[in-house]
């Protein structure tokens, strides 16, 4: 086997601006993406047998010289902004959450009573 990126397009095989992947799952063929940009909320769907393209070699300049893309096929609304997601093989569910971060310190919570308390914490 060997590794090369691949670049995720829309439906419409242009790039996605601003995107920020909270993170990715794959289950049943099928690519799900955290998509965490401002005010978006979604889960991309990317189906990896139906929508991988090799581009002719004329074509790789305007997607920045990536061989591979992958055309997104779906999406839908996360009740969260998604900085993660996962599956849960035993429940046969999604699993998705957020990063939030309390105090002024990256990873240290200086006022973690406070922080919990907080309704988007809860």
Avoid: W
Wanted: proline share 4%; glycine share 8%; with cysteine.
């Amino acid at each position: 086997y060997s590794y090369c990126h691949v670049l995720l397009v829309d439906e419409k095989f242009c790039t996605l601006p601003n995107i920020h992947v909270g993170g990715i799952e794959e289950e049943n063929g099928t690519l799900y993406v955290a998509d965490s940009r401002k005010g978006m909320q979604s889960i991309l769907e990317f189906d990896l047998l139906d929508e991988l393209y090799e581009m002719p070699s004329g074509m790789m300049n305007s997607l920045f010289r990536y061989r591979y893309v992958l055309r997104q096929s779906g999406s839908f609304h996360s009740p969260t902004i998604p900085s993660f997601i996962s599956y849960d093989i035993d429940n046969s569910k999604f699993v998705v959450g957020t990063y939030a971060r309390c105090g002024k310190k990256v990873g240290f919570h200086v006022d973690s009573k406070k922080c919990l308390s907080q309704p988007k914490n809860r």
